[in-house]
């Protein structure tokens, strides 16, 4: 786990790292506040820090005040490194948002179990936000998550002429795999039919469980082309191989609906998804197991 460092004073940092990197922890350093801030805010940015409180530029609770009013999605837990531990300074850091703090200068060993104390906030913090993203079938996002990737993936390409398409994928006479083969059959094919098709994607595209079988990929900067060429190779992995099981190996396709958006184009979310649905009804009454795109 990443491991924010911010000090100016060399020497601390140099021994922070050591003793960190001992534990096993993957230390960043920053020597000023502004820093500390920009590396926190960054999109991968470190889960856990440790904050001088007097920095040049930014001190220590200017920057947790700044990343707790920041609105961040993940949870950074912060500890405060200061030299004051009088009862008014701790309350002061406490309030800007520190999590803990440390009085200066510090023995290793209680740097040690604050972090992990730390850890254990973020690990829970962390498995929490996966339960509530996730399908526990699947493992892929949940009806909620697809739909606030699409959300902020249209919002981030506002005004950004380019093209962000979905997929609505559902998969073709399921009600009678499950009468057949039994309804954990079922769920065995729906767990290896959202694999293959998830293994299509690429890594910055996103898949969901829409509703009961019915799948849905968001892929940004991708074109009417590129979505054809992605559903039909969703559609192939489905068709080719028949999914084994213990039950049997059991035979099914999938019917899909694509639909694209150029993003300067004031996308809406809700008309984007209605084509895309539209063109999957069409894909069914096709006769299934085909590709269809919206208008
Ligand atoms: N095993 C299993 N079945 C599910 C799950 N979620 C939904 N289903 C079933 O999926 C079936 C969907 O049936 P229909 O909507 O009639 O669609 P279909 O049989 O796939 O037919 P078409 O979509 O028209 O090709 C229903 O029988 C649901 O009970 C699940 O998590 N596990």
């Known amino acids: 786990m990443k491991v924010l460092v911010a000090d100016d004073d060399p020497i601390s940092v140099l021994y922070l790292q050591d003793v960190l990197s001992e534990w096993g922890y993957e230390v960043v350093v920053a020597a000023d506040g502004l ?37 961040m999605e993940r949870y950074v837990y912060m500890i405060m490194l200061t ?52 399908d526990a079938l699947t493992g892929i996002f949940n009806r909620g998550a697809i739909l606030d990737v699409l959300q902020k993936e249209i919002a981030r ?21 499950n009468d057949t083969y039994g309804h954990l059959a079922g769920d065995e094919v729906l ?50 191989t028949a999914v084994h099981t213990p039950y049997g ?5 999938v019917s899909i609906g694509i639909a694209s958006v150029n993003t300067a184009d004031k996308a809406d979310m809700t008309a984007l998804l209605h084509r895309a649905d539209g063109a999957l009804y069409a894909a069914k009454l096709l006769g299934r197991n085909c590709v269809t795109a919206a208008p």
């Not at 690990?123 to 996730?134: H, K």
């Not at 892929?219 to 489905?238: F, I, K, Q, T």
């Not at 190996?249 to 396709?253: C, G, P």
């Open 35 to 71: 820093t500390a801030e920009a590396i926190l805010r960054e999109e991968d940015g470190p889960l856990l820090a440790v904050l001088d409180w007097m920095m040049p530029g930014l001190d220590g609770i200017d920057v947790c005040h700044n990343i707790r009013q920041a609105g």
């Open 83 to 134: 030299s004051r531990t009088e009862t008014e300074f701790i309350v002061a850091a406490m309030n800007a948002g520190a999590d803990d703090y440390i009085a200066k200068p510090f023995i290793a060993e209680e740097m040690r179990v604050r972090v992990r104390a730390g850890r254990r906030i973020v690990d829970l913090e962390q498995e929490l936000r996966r339960q509530a993203t996730r």
């Open 157 to 177: 390409h506002a005004r950004t002429p380019n093209f962000l398409s979905v997929i609505f994928a559902d998969l073709d006479h399921f009600k009678g795999i």
């Open 191 to 240: 767990r290896e039919a959202t694999r293959r098709m998830d293994s299509m994607l690429r890594n910055y595209d996103s898949f969901g469980r829409y509703g009961g079988e019915e799948l849905l990929a968001v892929l940004p900067n991708c074109d009417p082309e590129g979505a054809l060429a992605v559903a039909e190779r969703m559609r192939s992995a489905m068709a080719d």
């Open 249 to 253: 190996d059991i035979a099914v396709t």
